[in-house]
């Protein structure tokens, strides 16, 4: 059995797949695994530490997967990469199918079994696996670190001789993984945090970690969940109850942190240009979802936009691959606990079983056929169910 390791293509992109604690696990396992030069460099991994694992250094990505029967990648294979793929590889990444079904097909057509891990069922035995959990509560505190960084003054209240400084107001908006962390994080750093969700369970999760819960609490906000624990659309009307409370919030606030996003569609819009205009100069945004259509108005994929109020705000790509070498650590423990599963511990081969329910949730593509049912032509997704 052999696992390839290519470098990231993306130029965003800093984190790596496989880390020599991983790569020493899947030797154990009697995999081969050679890896591309310099793919953990990003990392802060050199080449001569994945040598001292039991890994095998190319000197390309196309030597990395040549003949793989596993290929384990941050990002999915893009069509450049492609060729140099046999038919039948495994790859195990995070697809990002929504909105690029045209990359998804052309991994069918390639002929690769794709497996994608942001759709991992949220099940006991797949809490090892979660990279959404495990990379979303990185860039909750990659969040808080980045404020701070833009905010020019200090986030704790301050007594000194010279007088009392008072503590900064942050506001978190969405109290998932990101969320919670972001709060957590700018607790421990003595800002006073407040924090909104539309998902009655958050509240009591919000408060547990010190911080207020700030939100219209009327009977829709009490139905605004899903069975799987994500946020349900809201209505027109709750969004605007909501936008009025929020807006007379956020005047107040120093640094406001938005994490909302609903699997599958474009993130919802929460901090309109007025309520950042009514903002102090020299507040912070930050807007995790930037990369999706942004939840702040004005928001820049990938640059620091200011107003002419004075107001930062903050797009970022790819946050918690800014701190690449923990977020690394992480994902690559996520794809070791998965592939852990599909091997065959006698034969030392892949074996996998595509009635497993952790399988059947996340193989994208197989055979030259797309055929997850969210995104398979109907007719094959009809066979597949």
Request: charged share 20%; proline share 4%.
């Amino acid at each position: 059995m052999k696992i390839g390791i290519p470098a990231e293509v993306d130029r965003n992109e800093s984190r790596v797949a496989a880390t020599p604690e991983t790569v020493k696990k899947f030797v154990a396992l009697g995999a081969e695994v050679a890896v591309q030069s310099g793919a953990g460099l990003a990392s802060r991994i050199p080449d001569a530490e994945y040598e001292a694992a039991g890994g095998r250094i190319v000197a390309s990505a196309a030597d990395a997967v040549h003949d793989a029967d596993l290929v384990l990648k941050v990002r999915r294979p893009i069509a450049g990469e492609l060729a140099a793929y046999r038919k039948g590889t495994v790859v195990v990444a995070t697809m990002d199918p929504y909105g690029n079904e045209a990359a998804v097909k052309a991994m069918a057509d390639a002929g690769l079994t794709a497996v994608a891990m942001e759709f991992m069922p949220r099940i006991t035995r797949a809490q090892v696996m979660d990279v959404l959990s495990s990379q979303a509560n990185l860039a909750g505190y990659q969040a808080v670190i980045d404020a701070a960084s833009e905010y020019d003054r200090a986030l704790p209240m301050m007594m000194t001789a010279a007088g009392t400084v008072p503590a900064a107001r942050v506001f978190v908006m969405g109290a998932g993984v990101a969320g919670l962390q972001a709060i957590a994080t700018a607790r421990r750093l003595g800002a006073v945090v407040t924090a909104t969700d539309v998902r009655p369970a958050a509240k009591e999760q919000v408060e547990s970690l010190g911080a207020k819960f700030v939100a219209v609490e009327d009977e829709e906000f009490k139905q605004a969940e899903t069975a799987a624990g994500y946020a349900k659309p809201m209505s027109a009307e709750y969004q605007a109850k909501q936008a009025a409370l929020i807006a007379e919030h956020i005047k107040k606030q120093d640094i406001v942190i938005t994490t909302a996003l609903i699997p599958g569609r474009p993130a919802p819009r929460l901090v309109s240009a007025a309520m950042v205009a009514s903002m102090k100069p020299g507040s912070v945004l930050i807007d995790l979802a930037v990369e999706r259509g942004g939840n702040v108005e004005g928001a820049v994929p990938g640059e620091i936009a200011t107003t002419e109020g004075g107001v930062k705000i903050v797009g970022h790509l790819n946050v918690s691959g800014r701190i690449a070498a923990t977020a690394s650590q992480l994902y690559a423990r996520n794809l070791y606990a998965f592939v852990e599963t599909l091997v065959d511990k006698a034969s030392k081969q892949l074996a996998i079983n595509f009635e497993d329910e952790l399988v059947k949730a996340t193989v994208l593509t197989r055979g030259g056929a797309i055929v997850h049912p969210a995104f398979a032509p109907k007719e094959t997704a009809a066979i597949s169910a």
